[in-house]
């Protein structure tokens, strides 16, 4: 319709039974579109719904270890850190020490360290390992173009 004044814009919306709806107001002169106002909430909810649908989605897992973790539960808990890297998941791989495990973190933090040399290829720490409290701290995220995220996004 090109450019009008708002009595005139205002003017058409009433006599088609429209509403006139500011779409873009920081526009020179602002840019406005004459119809339905309850249609145009509704399509724009439909938008936002789909964007935020086809959004991934990326959460933090965590994953706890004791210093006295037996070997078969490490690897299992080892497994689900590489899988939640292959998922796209960022990890918190935390060491829980109790009691007297506080004298001795060095067995915690040795575990920590081996834990990081064999996923080490699959992941980047982004902080870590550190302690807090009791707790030994790493934070790892997935690492881009890995061989072994592909067969786990394809299927």
Known sequence: MGVLTLFDATKKARESGLDLVEISPNAVPPVCKITDYGRFLYE?????????????????????FRPS??????????????????????????????????????????????????IGEHTIVEFGPRMEANVLLALLAPKKGVPGAKPASAA
Not at 44 to 64: D, T
Not at 69 to 79: I, L
């Open 69 to 118: 973790t037996a070997e078969h539960d490490y690897q299992v808990r080892k497994n689900q850190i590489l899988r939640f890297l292959d998922e796209g998941h960022k990890v918190k791989a935390m060491i829980f020490h109790r009691g007297r495990e506080m004298a001795h973190q060095d067995v915690g933090r040795a575990k920590m360290t081996r834990l990081l040399q064999e």
């Open 44 to 64: 724009q909810n439909k938008k936002a719904h789909e964007q935020r649908k086809h959004q991934k989605s990326s959460q933090i897992k965590e994953v706890k």
